[in-house]
């Protein structure tokens, strides 16, 4: 299946994560905060990323912004999550392709990555 790629400082939102596309059989990857998401994505070329918006050390828009500088980090489908309404998060942030707002329903995650997976494999 597919490596998907949680970036989330939330740690029972990324474990909710990872326990669910495991069981749907894809290989799910941790960070903690943008830095280290980058760190892995740099290394890893997963298929899709969960990247939530408010975090410490880089939140989810500076993500955003050097996954778009580099064009190395540019292929990766990122959904942003946040508790905060899309309108407003949208107005600091771009380069995503789906919004999860939290607090989500499980069955979210799950067609949101069939749906992207299989998109972007056709790609």
Not at 83 to 103: D, W
């Amino acid at each position: 299946m597919a490596t998907v790629l949680v970036i989330d400082d939330e740690f029972g939102i990324a474990e909710l994560i990872d326990a669910v596309l495991t069981d749907e059989g894809h290989r799910v990857i941790i960070a903690v905060d943008g830095k280290q998401g980058l760190e892995m994505l740099a290394k890893e070329q997963p298929d899709l990323m969960f990247l939530d918006y408010m975090m410490p050390v880089m939140n989810g828009a500076a993500v955003l912004r050097v996954m778009s500088e580099d064009t190395n980090l540019q292929g990766t489908p990122v959904v942003l999550m946040s508790s905060i309404p899309e309108a407003t998060v949208a107005e600091s942030c771009a380069g995503y392709i789906a919004f999860l707002r939290k607090p989500f329903k499980i069955s979210e995650v799950t067609s949101l990555t069939k749906h992207l997976i299989g998109k972007h494999a056709t790609c």
